[in-house]
């Protein structure tokens, strides 16, 4: 088995775009902080019941999908992902469905079983999908913090401001850089807790990803991402609708 194609696909909505009760200054939960870090979805504040979020292409194209259910302990019972991806020019569609039982969250990923086990605080610990095993860790403050895998050499590294937001995700194999991400903020503030500049470096090309997105008492309702890629100065769009329900 090809270890690094393996931990790739392991980790496909990481690369590309969170204990249960503790509340960070802007009312996002840590667990849906993690979530919305593992699962690709934009972090809600308040006490959520339900998100679903759907991401189109400027043509209309459904891009990205995500339906997520967390308890009244804040806790993830169940999650859909489907998303499709363009990489090196082949399309590339990924579906993901998982429920919670008990100490872990099970079900199918590409139509593979796939099982992540949970700590006594919700937290994923590891992923596993067929003979290979993700392991993600915590700092202290209950965000996560690294992926690795005895598996292979890839790893993320992943940093956050003092509101708990992700600012840097660093993507390994062994000595070799994969790519670098720094995100800046436009506002601290909570009514704007999204708005900001993304960069991606790779060894070859930048990324950048602007995201402005409208809010209903601080909630956000719709995203837009403007998307430009070096070389070659590439501009596409990408706009967001964003459902939530709260307990």
Do not use: W
């Not at 999908?65 to 169940?78: F, I, K």
């Not at 990324?207 to 956000?220: D, F, K, M, S, W």
């Amino acid at each position: 088995m090809n270890t690094m194609k393996t931990t790739l696909a392991l980790l496909l909505p990481v690369l590309l775009l969170t204990g249960c009760k503790n509340e960070e200054p802007q009312g996002v939960s840590t667990t849906v902080r993690n979530m919305s870090t593992l699962f690709r979805f934009e972090p809600i504040p308040g006490k959520l019941k339900s998100t679903h979020q759907t991401v189109f292409d400027a043509s209309g194209e459904k891009q990205n999908e995500v339906t997520a259910r967390v308890d009244q302990q804040g806790c993830l019972t169940d999650v859909v992902v489907t998303s499709l991806y363009l990489i090196n020019n082949r399309e590339i569609r990924s579906n993901t469905s998982l429920r919670r039982d008990k100490d872990t969250l099970v079900g199918e990923e590409n139509g593979k079983p796939v099982l992540m086990k949970l700590d006594d605080k919700c937290n994923v610990v590891s992923k596993t999908l067929g003979d290979f095993t993700l392991n993600i860790s915590y700092n202290d403050r209950g965000l996560i913090s690294a992926f690795s895998s005895n598996q292979s050499h890839l790893r993320i590294d992943l940093t956050y401001d003092e509101q708990g937001r992700m600012v840097r995700r660093n993507i390994m194999e062994g000595a070799r850089l994969i790519s670098d991400d720094r995100q800046t903020f436009a506002k601290a503030e909570a009514d704007k807790l999204l708005d900001g500049v993304l960069i991606t470096t790779y060894p070859a090309s930048t990324r950048e990803i602007a995201t402005r997105c409208e809010y209903q008492l601080g909630v956000p309702v719709s995203c837009r991402y403007t998307i430009k890629t070096t070389p070659g100065d590439t501009v596409t769009e990408r706009q967001a609708k964003l459902v939530s329900e709260f307990y």
